[in-house]
């Protein structure tokens, strides 16, 4: 599978689907300029290690870049990469701040806008994937009409003409009363071929869940979705749904 084993689960974050939900936090920022990458990792397999550290650390690695250029200007990357959770996440920070120079490093996440994958891209250690091309053949939801407490699944097939690289992928789901909630998954990227995911979402037989129609919004993107910046796109999407009776 070209999924990474990272999920995310988001509920209630905001109308209209993906590049709309994911632009809570993201649209508000000024477009990055393409700039030239920092730093020398090239190991294919750092990749997932290194989204995964800043996906739980970005936060804190900010603060800690705020305090040390308050209070230490002489600081280095043994200074920045220490505190952390575990011994394995000090290592990796202070693995990508040496390859990229300390300063390079901070400067890095002082942009507006700088989400892990696209951080790990500028630091070299996931590849930028030139022209990714995805179309979406067919999306199924099986059943197609069920009662509150049935579980469903999305089928979503898709057609890669270039290879995806790193990115996100899955859906958003809309109920009679609007957005009910977002699941991203992180992927490692496609190859040019046909490919097919299947999700399954569980319904209560609650309020939670009212009967009426249900809109099922399927997106693969190249990058975060919603960013904005250069190696960020919706390759495809699409649209599939079940009722509730």
């Not at 280095?76 to 959770?85: R, S, V």
Request: charged share 15%.
């Amino acid at each position: 599978s070209s999924r990474m084993p990272l999920m995310m689960e988001r509920t209630r974050v905001g109308p209209l689907l993906f590049l709309l939900a994911c632009c809570t936090l993201l649209c508000g920022a000024t477009p990055l300029p393409s700039t030239v990458s920092v730093g020398t990792i090239t190991a294919v397999e750092a990749c997932g290690t290194c989204i995964s550290f800043l996906e739980v650390n970005q936060p804190n690695l900010l603060t800690k870049i705020a305090a040390i250029n308050d209070t230490s200007p002489t600081a280095t990357c043994d200074h920045l990469c220490t505190g952390f959770n575990t011994t394995e996440d000090n290592n990796e920070c202070l693995k990508l701040c040496v390859n990229a120079g300390f300063t390079n490093f901070w400067q890095l996440f002082e942009q507006e806008g700088m989400d892990p994958m696209y951080a790990c891209q500028r630091l070299n250690v996931c590849e930028v994937v030139m022209n990714p091309a995805a179309t979406t053949s067919s999306l199924t939801c099986i059943p197609a009409t069920g009662a509150p407490g049935d579980t469903f699944r999305f089928i979503a097939q898709f057609d890669v003409a270039n290879f995806t690289g790193i990115g996100q992928m899955g859906y958003a789901l809309y109920g009679p009363n609007g957005l009910m909630g977002v699941h991203l998954d992180n992927t490692e990227g496609y190859t040019p071929g046909k490919h097919g995911v299947t999700f399954e979402r569980a319904t209560y037989a609650n309020s939670t869940y009212p009967k009426g129609n249900y809109v099922v919004y399927f997106t693969l993107c190249a990058g975060q979705c919603g960013a904005r910046h250069p190696n960020a796109e919706t390759l495809c999407d699409g649209e599939t749904g079940f009722v509730l009776s």
